[in-house]
Nanobody
């Protein structure tokens, strides 16, 4: 029984959009914070966005205004809506519950 499962990655052209989903087990989802991280080739894993149980959000400067993190507590799912994608957004995106669990990642490639 996995605790966090990401989906929704893929290949998209610059300027396009993707929505990532992270389905959590109930025990993991019963926590305050859920976050998205990403890791591009040759770079350290970086924090992208975080949302708390009430829906309050914060974003890395590099994605602010383009990405939206949200959660559906009934579905036990956190989302990352990514708009106006740039080639530099290419990375493996990971769902994270701080101090509890990481997902296995989903690849996002932004290229023409």
């Amino acid at each position: 029984q996995v605790q966090l499962v990401e989906s929704g990655g893929g290949l998209v052209q610059p300027g396009g959009s993707l929505r990532l989903s992270c389905l959590a087990s109930e025990t993991i989802y019963r926590t305050n914070l859920m976050a998205w991280y990403r890791q591009a080739p040759g770079k350290e894993r970086e924090w992208v966005a975080v949302v708390d149980r009430a829906g309050s959000t914060n974003y890395a400067a590099s994605v602010k205004g383009r990405f939206t993190i949200s959660r559906d507590n009934a579905k036990k799912t956190v989302y990352l809506q990514m708009n106006s994608l740039k080639p530099e957004d290419t990375a493996v995106y990971y769902c994270n519950v701080p101090n509890l669990a990481w997902g296995q990642g989903t690849q996002v490639t932004v290229s023409s």
